[in-house]
């Protein structure tokens, strides 16, 4: 039983630290997409 229970705390931590993994890498790329258009039309402008 204790075994099991063990087995199963494992699974959620290892559930918990995907999700919280898969949101990280979830909002830094579109952190970063919001970003790059700045440059990009300030060097169009120029050009």
């Given at each position: 039983?204790?075994?099991?229970?063990?087995?199963?705390?494992?699974?959620?931590?290892?559930l918990?630290?995907?999700?919280?993994?898969?949101?990280?890498l979830g909002?830094?790329?579109?952190?970063q997409s919001?970003?790059?258009?700045?440059?990009?039309?300030?060097?169009n402008?120029?050009?």
């Open positions: 039983m204790r075994r099991l229970f063990f087995r199963s705390s494992l699974i959620h931590f290892a918990g630290s995907v999700f919280v993994f898969s949101l990280v909002w830094t790329p579109f952190a919001q970003l790059p258009p700045l440059p990009t039309n300030a060097a402008l120029k050009g």
